[in-house]
């Protein structure tokens, strides 16, 4: 019964080069990942100074900004043509 059992590691055939291609970019996509969600979590220190009014709009009233010219609409309304059946 001792004879009958095979120890030798079984035969594992060479990756082809898309699976290679394919491990290294799963690799590179996690680490991706990775600096991305600590980008999110850790703050950045800023080197130059922002002024903490810079957040805060200065003025109370919202900003207007001047529309351009519409073209006018005549005021004349049309007449409505009833359908013939």
């Known amino acids: 019964m001792a004879a009958e059992l095979d120890f030798s590691p079984p035969e594992i055939p060479e990756p082809t080069f898309m699976e290679n291609v394919l491990r290294y970019g799963l690799f590179f996509g996690a680490i991706f990942?990775?600096?991305c969600v600590?980008?999110?979590i850790l703050p950045v220190s800023k080197s130059h100074k922002t002024d903490s009014d810079s957040f805060e709009p200065k003025n109370s009233e919202p900003v207007k900004k001047p529309k351009a010219?519409?073209?006018q609409i005549s005021?004349?309304?049309k007449k409505e043509t009833k359908k013939k059946r």
Request: net charge positive; aromatic share 0%.
């Open 33 to 35: 990942q990775l600096i």
């Open 69 to 71: 010219a519409a073209p």
């Open 38 to 40: 600590l980008a999110i």
């Open 75 to 77: 005021k004349k309304p």
